[in-house]
């Protein structure tokens, strides 16, 4: 009697112990895929703040002593901010090419061309559009698929 007491207090402790390690195991993995959606969400939201943040400083850096135009070249939607430093005309170009969004300042005087600048980040695209005379749009494709429109009020010469 005194061994079968025995053997059912190590069978109900083993249990226990197994029942323990199997809760702890699945709180882990659960805890551990909602850290993952939540990471996901934070850099999507991270993606989608940066690009429409860095557009809406750029235009606002731009001020009221410079003009913003929407330009097509090879089928591609740019932004051009002009301004003046000095004595000389700058235009600031941001377009998005073969996933990434770029950025080029040169002087008025030299030619543009896409696949020039800096590469600022990765997006799909990006379409500028005008909604009236003090409001800009921009529609911008994250590499994931999903979009954002983003408006942006101008203070230029031309808004």
Do not use: W
């Amino acid at each position: 009697m005194e061994r079968s007491k025995h053997t059912i207090d190590r069978a109900f402790l083993l249990a226990a112990i197994t029942v323990f390690a199997l809760g702890s195991l699945l709180v882990a993995v659960f805890g551990a895929r909602q850290y993952q959606k939540t990471v996901d969400a934070m850099d999507h939201n991270h993606d989608v703040r940066t690009c429409s943040s860095y557009i809406r400083e750029k235009i606002r850096q731009a001020g009221t002593n410079s003009t913003a135009e929407i330009i097509e070249s090879d089928g591609i939607t740019i932004l051009s901010l002009s301004s003046e430093l000095g004595d000389t005309t700058y235009n600031n170009y941001i377009y998005a090419l073969d996933g990434k969004l770029y950025e080029i300042l040169l002087p008025s005087t030299d030619d543009f061309s896409t696949g020039m600048g800096q590469e600022i980040l990765d997006i799909e695209s990006i379409t500028f559009s005008d909604v009236n005379d003090s409001i800009l749009k921009a529609d911008i494709v994250l590499p994931d698929g999903s979009s954002q429109t983003t408006y942006i009020a101008c203070k230029t010469n031309n808004q």
